[in-house]
């Protein structure tokens, strides 16, 4: 799942994405992306840290709560949350990781980033 700000970069990330076999989809706004990750479960986000009105890294907070919640009881599977983040000033390292994301790609991010870190992901 890819929650963006931008809707077009987030459909080219997930279209490119696609064109390497993997079944990826763009969201671009909050209660979607909650309803969406409930619903699908994905086992990876790429979350872009401008999304929505607060910018406080909540909804990386939420997303993770609503994935706890949807697995319940169900079989659980990995999950990899990963912040598409601005500059280091606006999103430090620490801030970053203290809301629950996995690791970070500074923007722009290159797709081919996207690539490798769901190669190595589902390598392991």
């Known amino acids: 799942m890819i929650a963006h700000s931008e809707s077009n970069v987030g459909e080219s990330f997930a279209l490119l994405l696609a064109m390497r ?3 990826a989809v763009q969201i671009a706004d909050v209660p979607a992306a909650l309803r969406f990750a ?10 872009d840290t401008l999304i929505g009105e607060v910018h406080d890294h909540a909804l990386a907070r939420q ?3 609503a994935l706890a919640d949807a697995a319940a ?3 659980v599977q990995t999950q990899l949350m990963i912040a ?7 999103d430090p390292r620490d801030a970053l990781h203290e809301a629950a994301y996995d690791g970070f790609c ?11 870190v769901l ?3 589902y390598l392991n």
């Open 21 to 23: 076999g993997y079944e």
């Open 38 to 47: 409930r619903q699908w479960r994905p086992q990876v986000l790429f979350v």
């Open 63 to 65: 997303l993770r709560e």
């Open 73 to 75: 009881g169900a079989e």
């Open 84 to 90: 598409l983040a601005a500059d280091a000033t606006r």
């Open 106 to 116: 500074r923007t722009p991010c290159p797709v081919w980033w996207l690539y490798d």
């Open 119 to 121: 190669k190595c992901f």
